[in-house]
């Protein structure tokens, strides 16, 4: 199985600031790489599918990039509502997995 | 809208079967692929099953392989799990999710727990 492996697993900021989080595989996924944003006792939400494309709806200060094994998630100036835990998966087959999430705590 | 409602969670004894169901509307749902995720409550999620369109290809995470068994029925626009010989390390909430690699829709989860 494809291992997916996020950094940090916990992360304090403030709002404005700019975050990144990682996402490595264990082996080669090409773009198949997808974000996706859980607050407590929700469902998560997908926010990027196949590395960067940035779904509806989503704000425009989420990006996403990368290719091969190495991903990241850059928030541009955070906000108040994006205090959550956020996720990456791998399709590129399955057992599709996913990463251990970074918890993104207010500082 | 899409709207996708996971049921038939609960306690269930080690060695013991559960048939969860999710219902959906909002879309065609005889278009969509469809699966099931899991999470231990405060755990990572864990994708658990996906299936077809038409329900003729389906595929498993090793753990529930032999298990576990996803299914659908179009006409129904329902999707199902069917768990047995439960575990107690299955505890998690369910969620059904939409599509073929990205999960772009998610139900709001139900909850399994295996205890005696």
């Known amino acids: 199985d494809i291992q997916m492996t996020q950094s940090p697993s916990s992360l304090s900021a403030s709002v404005g600031d700019k975050v990144t989080i990682t996402c490595r595989a264990s082996?080669?996924?090409?773009?198949?790489l997808n974000w996706y944003q859980q607050k407590a006792g929700k469902a998560p939400k997908l926010l990027i599918s196949v590395a960067s494309n940035l779904q509806s709806g989503v704000p425009s200060r989420f990006s996403g990039s990368g290719s091969g094994t190495d991903f990241t998630l850059t928030i541009s100036s955070l906000q108040p509502e994006d205090f959550a835990t956020y996720c990456c998966?791998?399709?590129?087959?399955?057992?599709?997995?996913f990463g251990q999430g970074t918890r993104l705590e207010i500082k | 809208e899409v709207q996708l409602v996971e049921s038939g969670g609960g306690l269930v004894q080690p060695g013991g079967s559960l048939r969860l169901s999710c219902a959906a509307s909002g879309f065609i749902f005889s278009t969509y692929w469809m699966h099931w995720v899991r999470q231990v409550p405060g755990k990572g999620l864990v994708w658990v099953s996906r299936i077809s369109s038409d329900g003729s290809g389906t595929s498993y995470a090793d753990s529930v392989k032999g298990r576990f068994t996803i299914s659908r029925d179009n006409a129904k626009n329902t999707l199902y799990l069917q768990m047995n010989s439960l575990r107690p390390e299955d505890t998690a909430v369910y969620y059904c999710?939409?599509?073929?690699?990205?999960?772009?829709?998610w139900g709001q989860g139900t909850l399994v727990t295996v205890s005696s």
């Open positions: 998966q791998q399709s590129y087959t399955t057992p599709y997995t």
């Open positions: 999710a939409t599509g073929v690699g990205s999960l772009g829709d």
């Open positions: 082996q080669t996924i090409g773009k198949y």
